[in-house]
């Protein structure tokens, strides 16, 4: 998968984003026994360096899914989601604390009873990112004419081949874009992009990419090709 494809996160009362801090806290939620077992002892660590390679809190930059951060009003873990916010370049108020426990976090997504601003703060940020979501698109900006005229040879009076140039652009959660030309392969491709041609039709088709790497809706530019009259 792409990270490209995924267009928001959204982590519940999460206090594993350092796992040093998780290992050598004194959390009730996350007792440090758990985190030893899962990632290593204070040797294997020291061995390994286990602890910060398994840490989100290393790999987040800004180039990361947006996300939004539910967490228990307790200091030292709202303190965490601020500190991932902000490896993640995001703003404070992208951490909402609710009064609640961890397991009351859980419980209170999507509940009709939910007093809290779990399922409010939830529902808004999917909605959000669903509505910046868009479609990958292609424009084609620059085509040969419908007819395009090939010079003849002035020794065998054969039609001489001409290079044409198409020029296009893609638009949306784009990953590239791919083109073909006649009955040829699709290839990634860039704007512009040259063909040589021959006489008779022809037909050029560019798409672009899901970031999954999934072709979207293509265009198709036909034209042909002749040689002149003689004069």
């Not at 996160?9 to 758990?34: H, Q």
């Not at 009003?73 to 995001?90: D, S, Y």
């Not at 292609?138 to 290079?163: D, G, I």
Request: charged share 25%; with cysteine; aromatic share 6%.
């Amino acid at each position: 998968m792409d990270r490209r494809q995924i267009l928001g996160a959204i982590p519940l009362d999460t206090g594993a984003f350092d796992i040093e801090k998780s290992v050598v806290g004194s959390d009730p939620d996350e007792p440090s026994l758990l985190f030893g077992n899962a990632f290593g002892s204070l040797a294997e660590n020291a061995a390994t360096n286990s602890w910060e390679t398994a840490s989100p809190l290393t790999w987040a930059d800004s180039a990361d899914p947006r996300h939004l951060f539910i967490v228990q009003n307790v200091f030292p873990r709202i303190n965490r989601q601020v500190e991932m916010a902000t490896r993640l370049g995001q703003e404070s108020s992208s951490v909402v604390a609710v009064l609640l426990n961890h397991s009351g976090v859980n419980r209170a997504v999507g509940s009709p009873t939910d007093t809290t601003q779990t399922t409010p703060a939830i529902t808004t940020f999917v909605a959000d990112r669903l509505a910046r979501y868009l479609e990958p698109q292609v424009k084609v900006t620059k085509r040969p004419a419908n007819v395009v005229q090939l010079a003849r040879n002035a020794r065998s009076e054969k039609p001489v081949r001409r290079v044409l140039s198409f020029a296009f652009n893609g638009s949306g959660n784009i990953s590239g874009l791919q083109c073909r030309l006649d009955g040829a392969a699709f290839r990634n491709c860039s704007s512009p992009r040259r063909y040589t041609i021959g006489p008779g039709g022809h037909s050029f088709r560019v798409r672009p990419l899901y970031p999954s790497g999934r072709p979207g809706e293509e265009k198709l530019v036909k034209f042909r090709a002749v040689a002149r009259k003689r004069r």
